[in-house]
């Protein structure tokens, strides 16, 4: 049985398998976004903790979702565009994916299933729903779509 996140895959915006592996090793937040949401601007944040912490350390891996309202509707090079464009941003950001439902990427099956959300529900809700992600790649903690980055900080500072 799956204990963590190396064994997955995922492509990168053009469309090149990406093994989870070569994050082996560094505190990761894995992020579901999207370009038209009213929590869009938590880019910010989410850059601000790739820019606090050392490259070696830490990362943000964000994972577009067009689920919640249509709210990410563009291509992968569009929103790559819209990143960097609008918050500079300089995590990788991955192919556009399903995070719920029968599509849902494997990741995100895993991670809803390893760290259930309010109620105990597994269901990703909502764009920006967070999960942190130890050293060893174990899930250890999810945080709601309104969970701002910056109230996330302790607790990744306490795992690096």
């Known amino acids: 049985m799956t204990k963590n996140i190396y064994q997955f895959t995922c492509n990168d915006t053009k469309g090149n398998e990406v093994s989870l592996s070569e994050y082996q090793g560094k505190v990761l937040l894995i992020v579901n976004t999207a370009s038209q949401c009213g929590f869009t601007p938590q880019y910010e ?28 509707p563009g291509s992968n090079e569009e929103i790559v565009e819209f990143c960097k464009l609008n918050y500079r941003n300089t995590f990788p ?25 309010l109620l105990g529900t597994g269901a990703i809700k909502w764009n920006f729903t967070k999960f942190l992600i130890n050293r060893e790649g174990e899930p250890v903690n999810r945080y709601a779509p309104s969970t701002t980055p910056d109230k996330i900080r302790s607790d990744i500072e306490a795992l690096i």
């Open 45 to 72: 944040g989410l850059e601000k903790l790739q820019n606090t912490y050392p490259e070696e350390s830490f990362c943000v891996l964000a994972f577009p979702c067009n689920q919640f309202g249509g709210q990410e």
């Open 93 to 117: 950001v991955f192919s556009k994916i399903e995070v719920k439902g029968n599509d849902a990427h494997p990741l995100f099956a895993f991670l809803t299933n390893e760290k259930k959300g």
